[in-house]
Every structure is written in C-alpha cells, then in structure tokens.
C-alpha cells in the first residue's frame, strides 16, 4: 500500500462519511460507475444485467471460508467506533452515487500518533496458539499434536542493555540448544527474544513453543529478561486462547503504517477495550471503524507511525478486549515485498555470467527472486557469492533467497536479500538424533542471521500438517510445500493419492499456525527431479505438471492466504521442451503480479462457492481480491498409475470438466465496491459473462464459468478509484 493508495483509502473513508452527497466523491480523473440500488443486479463491471439472469441463486458450500466465520451474517449494531449498518452510504442505491456497495461504517481517528501515550502498567499480554492439524490426511512419522502450542509474550523494557538471559517458569531457554540427558525431552521446541538490545521503555518480546502438557493445565506463567544492566522484564503472564485472534499483521509500503488483522471465530461478539500498539495505546490514532465484531466477523485495523519503521525492529500488538483474553501478536518488521521466486535448479544458472538464456526465460517470466547457495558461483561460471547477492542481483532488479550460512558474508547492500532461509522441509521430525529440537537450532540460525543483517528476514520452510505448528515462528516467514500432479512424491500414505485440494489445505494449515505472521508459499513447477528413465534403455522422459495443473495449484497457493509464490523448482530446459508449461507459469506470474501489493497487505475473509471450487476473498485497504480454483475434476493420477509410467505421454494427469459456480462474498462494514474487474491470463478485462448482484453486505457474482484449459479465475473488487489502471500497469 504506497502513499498514494493510502491517500485513495483515506478519501473514500471520508467519502463513506458524507451521508446523502449527491455524486459521492473520487479522486480527479478517477471512474465513477453508475449506482445501481441495493439488491439490484449488474453484469460485468458493474451494468444493468440482461433479464432471466440468475444472479440471486443463494449461496451453497463454503469452499473457502475461515474456521468460524459466519460469512452470511448481516451487519448489526457495530457497538463502538463507526456508523452501524445504516450509517453512511448503506443506501447503494442513491441516484449519482458511485458505489456497487457502499461502506456502511467509517472511522475518525482524533488522535496523535505522535503523542500515544504509554500503557500506564508493566501488565505482560500473551497469547498462547494451540497447533492446528488436519486429521482428514494421515502421514507417516508424526503424531497429532494435541498438547502444548505456541506462547507470544509482549512486554515494555525496564533497563537498556544487551540481552543475556530469558528464563521461563525458572529455565533458561537456551538450554534447549544443549543435547539433553538420555532420556529427557526438552520442555521447549524453539524460542526467540527480541531486539536483542533492548531499550527502556521500548518494546521487547519473547515467543516460543512448547509440546508439553503442563501448558494446557496452566492459567499464567513467569518470564524473566536478563540485560547487562539489569532485568527487563520480570512478571507473570497468562496463559489463554482468544477466541478473536490476530490473523495477520504487517506494514504499509512505505513503513509509516501499520495493517492489523482480526478474526472473531467466536459465536458471540466481542468489543476492543484498547488496541495497544509497541506498548502504547494506540486506540485513539487508529482507524478501528467498530470496537465490536460480531460472530464470524473480520476487520482491518490501521494504526499510523509517528515515524516509519524501521527494518528488523520489534512490534508488538495487544487487541485488549473487553469480554475475552486478549489477542496478542509480535514480530519484526519485515521489507514489505511479495516475492515470486524460483527454487532454480542449480545447474540451469540463470544468472548474469551464468547462462544468458535461462536467465532472459526467467525475466520474462516475471521471476523476480532466485534461490541462492554457496554452491551456485562454483557451478555458474566461478561468480563471488558475496558480489552476486548484494551487487550483481539486486543491480539487474533481482533478489535472492540465501541459504542462512550465507549471512557470514559482508554485503555491499542487503537490499535484494529478500530472506536467509534457515531450512527446507525442516519438520520431518521434531528432534535431532542427539535430542535436541531441530527447530530450537533453526530458531538460533535465524538469530545469528537477524544480529547481523537485522533487515533481513529469515525463512523456514515445512512439509507436514502435523509438525509444522511445532516450527511456525521460528522464523519470520513460514512455508510449506505439497503437490499432486506429475506423480510428485507426497508425505500422505502410498496407495491414496492426495486430492486435487491437498495444497490449499495444507498451505492454508501452516497459514493457521503461522498466524499473525507473513507466509511465502510453495507452489509446483517444473523440475528434473521429477522425470523418469525407461527400463533396460536408460533414456529419461519429462514427468512434469501441465498448464491446468500449473494454473490450479498456483492459484491453491494465492488463495490460502500466500505473501509470496514460491516455485519448485524452475528449469529452462523442461521450459524450452515444453513451452505452454513455461507459458502458464509466465501467466500466472503476470497475474498475481500485478495484484501482489494487495495480496501482501490483505488477508483472507472468507467466500462462499455454489459449485464444486475454492474460493476465497483477500481483503486489503483497497479492494477484495477473490482467486477462484476449480475442483470439477473427471479424472486423476493414481499412486498406481505414477508406478507404472513408462513414457511422457503415460504421465496421469488430472483433466477438468468446464463448470460453472456462483460466487458470494460478505462486504466488511468499512469497505465498498466501486467496481468488479477481472485479471485474466491476458490482461485486465471486464468480468466476462458475470452477473453481479447485492443483497445487503452480500455480493454475488453468478455464472462464473472455468474452463477446463485454465480452470481459474482472479477478481478484484476495487474500493479505490484508479485502482484498474494500476493493476493493469503492473499485469
């Protein structure tokens, strides 16, 4: 969100504000699409529909929506800071007005944020996450994780100092690096202090997790900071799940705003008493345009700096509610950047000095992050590591995930670092042969990498749905890979291959777990690992994804919530054998592309399918992204076919009937509709052959159709003006 989307945000908040204007208001130049009554039906873009439509068929399964929300719940009494249902704008149907649908709240923040005042107490928050999981998919070598979860404890400091000890209930945390006694388990799997030098009167926090049961026995706990120069922190802390988590937090793209993300998953309201930010209370500067979410409700809470963050440095964020524990959320800020990278085979180089043709396929293709190791200069032409990542990349507009041995270097810049990754599919098992947790030493990658290169983030990468809530914040961004097509290997049981909605289900998994966190999510693509060699002959044949297999899964990833789209792997040469896979990988980059910054900053709200399909809706400050995912498969792979595949034209694939769903959606409060556009394989168009309708805060899009060749869809539902040509500047 750069300073000019955030000028369109505060317009229309203002715009919402102005009951009865005739006309409304948008920014000059800006499209105003003619109004239409609530309840009325348009086509696409926003017209008059053609009579017979059958825009208001009711919504059916809810393909995409949250656990606990309540999508379809009307809006009521909003309890606190905005306009209720009937507030400003709530008539779309007002002659000259812009709206689809209008916002039926607003927010007036009165206060300074440069004068929030401290908490008033040395009051520790914490927030303690039980692991989620998926019974539905059995894998082998772990076990559901029913006891434990994680803690995050956000407190103010006492002293500045350095760091030197952090003890929980009496036990030193870092004792979890040392392999334990025969016998013994560690009571910790991972823990994280930070900053590492603390100041007084700034925020510091500590957060790890813990298998053990005693946690859900207990009702508080102690910490205890140790600095140099005295303790930091010493207190209790209460140990208690909120019913209304934080879902996701970051920052606007210029660092002067903070996004804040709630869910109420409860089947009552809950009211914010305060909203404390860094350890002020932040309520009166931030934009919270209700203090009472209703059940199943979401919202997006704003909250301005008084300077631009910093790089690295800590956050914290309490939602202080009156009925329930608190929601308590910590983190670093992160370079607000949505990567699309590619896990590049080792030896395609494309990179400058490397080969000049894999590296022009990976341009084109809208590749803008590269995997990068100590190896990669000794394969690519004899390349300084050191010069590659901080100079030669980044001078072309290229990043690079670094493996986190990496970050011993010295670097001209950092700024195309876009991580140091402290591992790959590092959950397989939970402790190392000695003993000791293997995520507590991937925790202790990510601190040795953060004391040096502090703007940096560190990333982690899973493969289970059991596991991965054991890792899930010991590093700043999480992962995780799972794929069906092309016979690729799964972690589930041989003989039941998974389905075609695996990947979401474990992506939008390890989303849960890594809540309020950023995700970076794995995606297939084309790689070498995958191909086959014939019997007797030796000769290797491709077993790769095609363009529909590509397109889904893709899109599987966009919708469980992804900040970033990983490919595994990129290959010129599977690329150059087959050029249409190249091509819809090309596409979708273009297309998530030129939506990433409202991908990055929005977060999923929930939305409902009539037909067989993944849908979800992305909500951000301006617009409501829906990415759409067809399920009407005819046919499969087998685990019995991929053993008995003996030619390229013997791979399985999964093959689509064309279908048709309708699509419905609740409207936050706050938000609106300008007008709905489609990004499509080719650019930026009117949704074809769309009906859109309102019912009160429901909006509906009927006769969506999905071809079996690309079965996605991607829509924006724009709250700014101007928002189409951005996006069509970027596709």
Known sequence: MNARLVRRFLVSLACASMLGEAGGCSEPGGPRPERRDAGSELDAGGRDAAEGSDGGSAPGEDAGTEPGDDAGTEPGDDGGAGEDGGGPGADAGGPGGPWLLAPAAACAPAGDACALAPAGDTTLFASYRKDRWLPEYAEAGTTDPRSGGRVHVAAVSAVTGRVSRVLVNGIDLASIETAPASGSTPPFEWYHVWPRDVVAGAPVWVAFHSRSASWDARSTADLVIETGSGEAVRGSFPVATTPAPLTYVTSSEDLSTLIVHVANRDTVPHTLGRLLVDGRDATPAACIPSRTLRPGETAMWTVPRC?????????????????????????????????????????????????????????????????????????????????????????????????????????????????????????????????????????????????????????????????????????????????????????????????????????????????????????????????????????????????????????????????????????????????????????????????????????????????????????????????????????????LGCGTVLSEAGVPHWTWDPTTVDLSLTVPDDAGVLEVFEVTPDGVADPAGVSIATSGRTLTLSGVSLAASVPVRLFVLARTAGLRDDVTAAF
């Open 307 to 639: 300077t631009a963050s910093a790089l690295g440095e800590a956050w914290t964020v309490v939602a202080e509610w009156a009925d329930a524990p608190a929601a308590v959320g910590v983190g670093r800020v992160l370079r607000p950047r949505f990567p699309i990278e590619a896990w590049n085979n080792t030896t395609d180089c494309p990179l400058p000095g490397g080969d000049a043709a894999a590296l022009a396929m990976h341009r084109d293709a809208r590749i803008d992050t590269l995997y990068i190791h100590g190896g990669v200069c000794r394969a690519c032409g004899g390349c300084d590591t050191a010069t590659l990542l901080g100079e030669t990349l980044p001078g072309i507009g290229l990043n690079a995930i670094a493996t986190d041995d990496l970050s011993s270097l010295t670097f001209a810049s950092t700024a195309g670092l876009a991580a140091f990754s402290t591992g790959d599919e590092s959950d397989g098992e939970i402790y190392e042969s000695d003993g000791r947790p293997r995520a507590a030493l991937r925790a202790a990658s990510s601190r040795r990498a953060w004391n040096r290169y502090a703007e940096v983030p560190t990333f982690n990468g899973a493969k289970t749905n059991r596991n991965v809530g054991t890792f899930a914040g010991m590093a700043d961004v999480q992962g995780i890979d799972f794929y069906v097509a092309a016979c690729a290997p799964h972690i589930t049981p041989w003989g039941t291959h998974p389905p075609l909605r695996a990947p979401y289900d474990y992506l939008r998994n390890a989303r849960e777990n890594h809540m309020p966190g950023t995700t970076w999510l794995y995606t297939q693509g084309l790689s070498p690992v995958w191909n086959r060699t014939v019997p007797l002959t030796g000769i290797e044949f491709s077993v790769q994804p095609n363009p529909p297999e590509l397109y889904a899964q893709a899109f599987e990833s966009i919708a469980a919530g992804a900040k970033g789209l990983m490919w595994f792997q990129s290959n010129s040469d599977e690329g150059t054998h087959s050029p249409p896979r190249w091509e819809a990988i090309t596409r979708v980059n273009r297309m998530v592309g030129s939506v990433r910054e409202l991908l990055r900053t929005g977060d999923p709200i929930g939305a409902r399918s009539t037909g067989s399909a993944i849908v979800e809706a992305i909500r951000s400050a301006d617009a409501i992204v829906v990415p759409v995912v067809s399920l009407a498969t005819r046919s499969g792979p087998t685990d």
